[in-house]
């Protein structure tokens, strides 16, 4: 599986928008760039994803460099809510199975 | 509240002992999986099942179990554990041949500690 690179923890003030970096430079033509979240004590909840373009949903964005070797996931005004492990994972696009986390990154928000 | 329902949320057993964790999903997903959680770790792919068969074993030790009777329900055994088998146990779901990227849905997990 191909590799993502993301900081350790972050931390960001209430209703102050969140950029969360990930690098993959290895990313290959068909995976796809998809980001959950897991709260505390909870399981990971999808979050978005995205293949070249840059995506938007209710819940976040997600800006994709042209050659693909980084995105960013934007969250447009932190909540208390959003505090939580955020982890960027490539997935293959020929399958709709495996999905291997990384790390991810500690989200710290303040209020 | 998730739609994927894991019962119980948590175990505590022996290492003698068997036990069965319980994981329910009624999205209409032929994609099962069981994930194995420790603190402050990712998760850890253990299992995948499509169309009740097992698709994916990631060399999970033998004394994990899984069966999927039906499209809807998914469990793992556990027989003769180590408490380095202490951990969070999640289960997810998925469409299979829905749009690719099909996000997977998970429960809140099953917290074991095996004494």
Known sequence: DAKTTQPNS?????????????????????DYIHWYR????????????????NVNNRMASLAIAEDRKSSTLILHRATLRDAAVYYCILRFGG???KLTFGKGTLLTVNP | DTEVTQTPK?????????????????MGHR??????????????????????KLSINESVPSR????????????????????EDSAL????SSQVKGPVGSPLHFGNGTRLTVT
């Open chain 1, 95 to 97: 399958s709709n199975y």
């Open chain 1, 38 to 53: 897991q709260l505390p004590s909870q399981g990971p909840e999808y979050v978005i994803h995205g293949l070249t373009s």
């Open chain 2, 31 to 52: 994609a099962m999986y069981w994930y194995k959680q420790k603190a402050k770790k990712p998760p850890e792919l253990m299992f995948v099942y499509s169309y009740e």
């Open chain 2, 64 to 83: 994990f179990s899984p069966e999927c009777p039906n499209s809807s329900l998914l469990n793992l055994h556990l027989h003769a554990l180590q408490p």
């Open chain 2, 10 to 26: 948590h175990l505590v057993m022996g290492m003698t002992n068997k036990k069965s964790l319980k994981c329910e999903q009624h």
């Open chain 1, 10 to 30: 972050m931390e960001s003030n209430e209703e102050e928008p969140v950029h969360l970096p990930c690098n993959h430079s290895t990313i290959s033509g068909t």
């Open chain 2, 89 to 92: 146990y999640l289960c997810a």
